[in-house]
């Protein structure tokens, strides 16, 4: 788990060293039972990262989820661009006096997004499948999600 963290801490540093186009937002809709997700983007390559994290808690469940998507872009129109990709999921899960576990699962991401001129907004439609291998093996085809971030 720490190296994933390290992992995780380099890739976005590295973005930020490159001068990349970074956003930071949330991802709405889409988090498979977290409601709303803090989202990161960061350049990397030519192409971008994207980092989600959704936190989901009550008076007797934690549930948490990191996300980590590598992007490849395109453009459709002016401010009208496409992107997809695939990374990993880490979670925990926890119910109180019952339960918890870890999950890990392989995921995938497309969809479009629209980059505003005038003011530095990026809207975003897109459906995050997931392939779980923890807890159990399990194919969840995802929602679809609203993402709003501010560009940076």
């Known amino acids: 788990m720490k190296k994933a963290l390290l992992a995780i801490v380099m890739l976005v540093a590295f973005g930020f060293s ?11 809709g889409g988090g498979q039972g977290y409601g709303a997700e803090l989202s990161f983007q960061t350049g990397l390559l030519g192409s971008r990262c994207e980092f989600d994290l959704g936190i989901n808690s009550g008076d007797n469940y934690t549930h ?5 998507i590598y992007q490849w872009t395109g453009d459709i129109a002016k401010g009208l661009g496409w992107y997809a990709g695939v990374g990993a999921s880490l979670g925990y899960w926890s119910v109180k006096d019952v339960d918890s576990d870890i999950a890990i699962a392989i995921a995938g991401q497309a969809g479009l997004e629209y980059n505003f001129n005038a003011v530095p907004i990026q ?19 995802g929602d679809i999600a609203l993402g709003i971030r501010y560009r940076f």
């Open 18 to 28: 490159m001068n990349a186009q970074n956003a930071l937002g949330v991802r709405l």
């Open 64 to 68: 948490f989820n990191l996300t980590g």
């Open 123 to 141: 809207l975003s439609l897109d459906i995050r499948p997931k392939f779980w291998l923890l807890p159990n093996t399990d194919f969840h085809w």
